[in-house]
């Protein structure tokens, strides 16, 4: 069942600059409707629920203090968007979403002038922003013009790479520059490594910054360059998590953590930036992936995508199938071989689930390694580990492997390391779009020398085998081979219908180099 909420606010809202005319109060009321307005959009189209849940009032109170388009906010991934595709004229849309011809589940340039850059793939939007603001101060000339760019990045984007490596180019250019830690304490499953633990130790224990010093114009308390002068009180330090953070170290003022669902704390405080910044900050803002839908909250992955659902009771559409993923039929079979093979190890890009390595760690959790957002990382690991003498799979998205490439080629190709890939979600995908297909994993692996190329195919598919030139593969044999030199396979998203043939039982070979 559908529910169509009631929203006299937000129906008098036709773009952001519409939002400057609404009282602090009315900001509040109008984030309510806006929640209601998201929930209400995904359970008829599916898509992306807890991530845009969660930033409801940052979308808002963003909107409200900043002048979008001319401002560029850049949402990592952006699949936290949807309140944001609400408030910028695409209200209207909001039942095509994710369809042919219809809006992106993403940002997109071509789709908006308020999605100043388009994304999927995570951790770039800090780099973004930052060209942004270095073409803002060279004198760079576009049609909405160029002011202040805020990148909004989640603790589970943080962990990759490109987030350090533009935060360290950042601290050197010393540009106006605003990134928003959104900490949700999730990525699409429970965040994993250091960071993790590093963040939560920034607001365990320290409650929320008072920002009501703030509201009334007091900014003494606020880090450099944000202060006039003012000594910032020894005692207002105490608690705060001012001084010495990783952010500050790579040349950021830090402020935070702040609650983000708490627009009496985003606004001044987003005020006080707009008005003072003049380098690179980062507010860290904790929040809660799923707020304010209750099925949401309580789901393991917080709402983070969904089918079709009942609003009332978060009964989610799901058509039944009458096949097993290809991804369950290697998941089931890696668990099986890793019982008999102590070397069969497993490393995951934080898609534990998506790659059916959950069944892995759950089994054998000091054989399966969720390295988080860092394809590259992943990759290398793999590689050093089959070098160490371990039999590791690789499992990654065939999007995603894209990050990974230097490091399939450099590591793993040129060296003839047997790393077996199980290239997931290779192939279309559906209503994801194009950042997310599988399109090219067949034309970037057939490429590489000593790198042997297959298909899933049939019931029969066995992820184990490595067939050679012979029209009847050998299972066994093959897969003595493949420990000898690097492979992958390609892995479709469909379920595994076709029924088994004879000459089924193992990969398709697509191709073999080298
Ligand atoms: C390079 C890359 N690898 C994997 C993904 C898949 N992915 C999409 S969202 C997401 C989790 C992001 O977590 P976070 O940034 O904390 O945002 P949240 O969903 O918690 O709001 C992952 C792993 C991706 N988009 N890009």
Avoid at 407 to 433: E, S
């Amino acid at each position: 069942m559908s529910v169509m909420p009631h929203t006299p606010l937000l129906d008098q809202i036709t773009s952001p600059s519409d939002l400057k005319r609404l009282s602090d109060a009315q900001l509040g009321q109008l984030a309510a409707e806006l929640r209601s307005e998201t929930i209400s959009a995904v359970s008829q189209t599916g898509g992306h629920l807890g991530a845009g849940l969660g930033v409801v009032e940052l979308t808002v109170a963003l909107h409200a203090v900043f002048d979008t388009p001319r401002d560029k906010i850049i949402w990592d991934v952006s699949h936290q968007t949807y309140p944001h595709k609400i408030l910028t004229g695409r209200r209207e849309r909001m039942l095509t979403l994710r369809q042919k011809g219809g809006l992106s589940g993403f940002t997109k340039r071509s789709e908006s002038a308020y999605d100043p850059f388009g994304a999927a793939h995570s951790s770039t939007s800090i780099s973004a922003a930052l060209g942004f603001a270095t073409a803002r101060d060279l004198g760079g000339q576009i049609d909405a013009g160029l002011g202040d760019a805020i990148a909004v990045i989640g603790d589970g984007a943080m962990t990759g790479g490109m987030a350090y490596e533009a935060m360290n180019h950042a601290g050197h250019l010393k540009k106006r520059l605003i990134v928003i830690l959104n900490d949700n304490d999730m990525s699409i499953a429970e965040p994993v490594g250091a960071l993790s633990n590093y963040l939560s130790q920034l607001y365990s224990g320290a409650p929320f910054q008072d920002l009501k010093e703030v509201a009334k114009g007091a900014v003494s308390f606020l880090p450099e360059p944000f202060r006039e002068g003012a000594k910032r009180a020894k005692d207002m330090l105490k608690g705060m998590a001012v001084g010495g953070t990783l952010f500050e170290a790579l040349g950021f003022s830090y402020v935070g953590p702040i609650d983000g669902h708490d627009l009496n704390q985003l606004l001044p405080l987003l005020r006080t930036v707009k008005d003072r910044a003049n380098g690179p900050i980062l507010i860290h803002a904790v929040t809660q992936k799923g707020k304010g839908y209750a099925p949401a909250e309580q789901a393991r992955d917080r709402g983070h995508a969904t089918a079709k659902f009942d609003v009332v009771t978060g009964k989610q559409h799901k058509s039944p199938s009458n096949a097993p993923s290809y991804t369950s039929v290697f998941a089931r079979a890696l668990v099986a071989a890793a019982a008999d093979d102590p070397r069969i190890c497993a490393v995951t890009a934080a898609m534990p689930d998506g790659t059916g390595l959950n069944l892995m760690a759950e089994r054998y959790p000091s054989r399966c390694f969720d390295v988080g957002i860092a394809e590259q990382h992943g990759v290398t690991f793999a590689a050093a580990l089959a070098a160490g003498g371990m039999r590791p799979f690789c499992a990654i998205y065939s999007t995603f492997l894209q990050r990974g490439y230097d490091q399939v080629v450099h590591d793993v190709a040129l060296q003839n390391l047997p790393v077996r890939f199980a290239i997931d979600r290779a192939g279309l995908v559906g209503a994801d779009g194009a950042t997310h297909a599988g399109s090219f994993d067949i034309a970037y692996m057939a490429n590489l020398p000593n790198m042997v190329v297959m298909a899933a195919a049939g019931r029969g598919f066995h992820p184990f085998s490595c067939p050679s030139d012979g029209p009847q593969p050998q299972p066994r044999a093959h897969s003595r081979r493949c420990d000898r030199r690097a492979s992958a396979t390609h892995i479709p998203r469909s379920p595994s219908l076709r029924p088994a043939m004879p000459h089924q039982n193992a990969p398709h070979l697509l191709y073999k180099s080298g």
